[in-house]
């Protein structure tokens, strides 16, 4: 018999809240995410690539919304597949869409609750949650008008509430800065630097500004494949003065991907 060494009987202080080997997901008949390895932990991962790169496909499998097609998916410990009940994961993730249905007519506090009633949260608890996610998300003053009421800025913001009202493990955002003045990404920043304190948090963004101030990581993707995993520190690193981009995390980017593009096309 071996001997088990202390640490392996330890508690996980890092647990993987997301891992993904040789993943694949279709959107229409195109595999988006085509082979990808992920491991995801606690705190703010800024997921980058190109238009097309399959970041919104990755973020809805990873909300449980489409199916892998092959591959292994696992989330906050719960391996996906067969005919497993997701409900227990789902009321434990947050996901906040590019594009998300409400209606017009129900407040931003009827929003909200509504979703948390559609997390399945104890009823007890969902008044205290839902004005807490109002707050947070600076909509205190606006959480009785209609939500047909709010700016394009604000709507997001209700969207954003409504994806962390369940304090969720696994929070997933695609693109939630887009439509927010300056002021408002400042805020956005640092509730997404409070938030991945406590969970693994995605974001997709475009803009390198939101990876640079709020993430702890950065998952580049191209062609549904795994690029770069690493700090915006890293990434910065990679790039050189000749180099596209008006800063060095943009500059790192264009570096990785270039090489990325010219080692796939000398392997094909
Ligand atoms: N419903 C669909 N039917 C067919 N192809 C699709 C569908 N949705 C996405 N695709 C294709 O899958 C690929 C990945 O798309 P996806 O939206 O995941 O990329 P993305 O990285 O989020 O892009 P963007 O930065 O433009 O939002 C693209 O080539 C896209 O054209």
């Known amino acids: 018999m ?35 390895e992920l491991r995801l932990g606690r705190g703010v991962h800024g997921l980058l690539g190109p238009n097309g790169a399959g970041k919104t496909t990755l973020i809805r499998s990873l909300a449980t919304v489409l199916k892998p097609a092959d591959g292994e998916l696992e989330l906050l410990g719960q ?21 998300f249905g409400y ?19 104890d009823r007890r608890h969902v008044p205290g949650a839902v004005q807490r996610a109002i707050e947070r998300v600076g909509l205190a003053d606006r959480a009785d008008d209609r939500m047909k009421t709010l ?38 920043r640092a509730l997404l630097r409070d938030l991945g304190a406590q969970a693994c948090v995605l974001v997709s963004t475009h803009l390198v500004e939101d990876v640079a101030a709020a993430c702890t990581n950065v998952v580049l993707i191209d062609e549904g494949r795994l690029v770069f995993q690493g700090t915006p520190d890293e990434i910065a690193g990679r790039g050189g003065t000749d180099d596209v981009g008006d800063n060095p995390i943009e500059r790192g980017y264009t570096a990785l991907l270039t090489r990325h593009r010219a080692g796939r096309g000398a392997a094909r």
Not at 105 to 121: D, H, N, P, S
Not at 162 to 178: C, F, K
């Open 79 to 99: 391996r996906l597949g067969g005919r497993a009940d997701l409900r227990p994961l789902r009321r434990k993730i947050g996901y906040l869409p590019q594009e």
């Open 2 to 36: 071996r001997a088990v060494d202390p640490a392996e009987l330890a508690p996980a202080t890092h647990p993987c809240h997301v891992r993904a080997h040789r993943l694949k997901v279709r959107a229409g008949r195109r595999m988006a995410v085509d082979g990808l």
């Open 151 to 188: 700016s394009g800025g604000m709507l997001r913001r209700a969207g954003i509430a409504q994806a962390i009202v369940n304090d969720p493990g696994l929070l997933l955002l695609d693109e939630p800065t887009v439509g927010l003045d300056p002021a408002q990404r400042v805020d956005f």
């Open 103 to 121: 209606y017009p007519r129900f407040t931003v506090r009827e929003f909200v609750e509504y979703m948390a009633w559609l997390k399945e949260m």
